[in-house]
């Protein structure tokens, strides 16, 4: 109980981090508007708005990255001055950190949704399964928080531990042939399709949208077979960093 009265000082901690708002909220408001007046009026052969497309996968990208400010609030409670403080309370540091993740992946997620917000009411995307998507974006928080904490858990360098999370993110994109097409061969293949968190929810929420119900769900629970799997990973290095 001691440990849930801290959840509403993190929610404040985290609405007070204005490098994250601005990395996850404020630059893809700009990115969604700037696209929205390129692409405005551009549709295909599918019938569906260039925008929308964009938009998703703009919404989507930005997940990758929100795991930074739960490994940033756990190394500098846990593993920096603060941890003799902190490790003087009356709690369970383990369930102190699982507060925290939760905290994040609330926070990232409500990101994502105000994304959608913004690009539905102002731009005039038209999502079609609101539930769905945040679904898929709450597994991609989730999933970007995991990987961000055993980076932090598995090297000494927390400098390194965090271009090892921009990495993550930015890899993942390029992988995903959003910049430039990948070479064609076994590897990359897996890598920008059932081996990378992005296209798998990229995938999901198209498949979804054309009611290939089967595929999408298929895709989102490799998304969450990851997340059990990394899971316990990021719990036996947090519990032997943390002890």
Request: charged share 10%; net charge neutral; proline share 3%.
């Amino acid at each position: 109980m001691r440990v849930l009265s801290t959840v509403k000082f993190t929610a404040l901690r985290m609405l007070r981090s204005y490098i994250v708002l601005l990395l996850l909220l404020v630059v893809p408001i700009i990115l969604l508007t700037v696209f929205s007046f390129i692409l405005s009026g551009a549709v295909p052969e599918s019938g569906v708005p260039y925008i929308n497309e964009t938009s998703m996968t703009q919404v989507l990208v930005f997940q990758l990255f929100g795991g930074s400010i739960v490994m940033s609030l756990i190394y500098n409670d846990l593993f920096t001055e603060n941890k003799i403080r902190m490790y003087a309370l009356p709690f369970n540091q383990t369930m102190y950190a699982f507060s925290i993740m939760m905290c994040g992946a609330l926070f990232s997620t409500l990101l994502g949704a105000l994304l959608m917000v913004y690009s539905q009411f102002v731009l005039g995307v038209i999502w079609q399964n609101w539930l769905w998507m945040i679904y898929i974006i709450s597994l991609m928080a989730v999933l970007s928080i995991i990987v961000c904490l055993i980076f932090t858990f598995s090297v000494k360098n927390f400098k390194i531990a965090e271009r090892l999370s921009e990495v993550y993110g930015i890899g993942f994109v390029v992988l995903a042939g959003l910049f430039f097409p990948m070479p064609e061969n076994g590897f990359f293949d897996f890598l920008g399709s059932y081996g990378n968190p992005l296209t798998l929810s990229m995938g999901a929420i198209r498949d979804m949208g054309e009611s290939n119900i089967g595929d999408a769900w298929f895709q989102a629970n490799i998304l969450l077979g990851a997340i059990i799997i990394l899971f316990v990973v990021m719990l036996i290095l947090g519990r032997r960093k943390i002890g």
